[in-house]
């Protein structure tokens, strides 16, 4: 389906001339560098701020140049602008260049701690104080073996076989007719 162009082609493409000028962008590249990726995010991003464009829109503009660029790979790297700007300085020069909404925002790093004690092993096994001998015995069967699936069941049916004789419903049917006597 043929989307009908609704964004200023001729401001898209001078925002890609004056990119090109600043920075080393191929259009075409579908490399998954660090550098090229955060390259061509910050190049969506100037689309969307600067041109009005969404991620169909780019997406169209993109295929105008010879390069596929998916909706999602779109939304996507724009999405991961934040994680940019925290993890690439080079990314963070670049940015600063366009936009200076990311110097409200502080970069808060966690601080380390040391222990001032070492810390004790702990053991994360289910203590043998108050298991019972049925505790006990399943406890013997490796984990995620056929046999212990087996154990299971057999207690799963056991356990629904007490709630049925528990309520002493018992009924007794007497034969009649042609069948009476006969046993």
Known sequence: MKHKLNYNSENANYLLKEFKENFEFNIKSNSRTPKDAYTRCLFYKILKEFNGMNDRMISDFFKEKGSSKNRASIFHSLSKINVYYASY?????????????????????????????????????????????????????????????????????????????????????????????TW
């Open 89 to 181: 300085n080079e990314f963070r020069n670049m940015y600063k260049i366009y936009f200076n909404d990311q110097e409200e925002k502080k970069q808060i790093k966690p601080k380390k701690k040391a222990f001032k004690q070492t810390i004790k092993e702990i053991d994360t096994r289910q203590s043998e104080i108050g298991l019972d001998a049925l505790d006990t015995l399943i406890g013997t069967l490796p984990y995620g073996s056929t046999q212990r699936a087996d154990v299971t069941e057999l207690v799963k049916l056991r356990i629904k076989s007490y709630e049925w004789k528990a309520q002493n419903k018992y009924e007794i049917i007497e034969c009649s007719g042609a069948l009476a006597g």
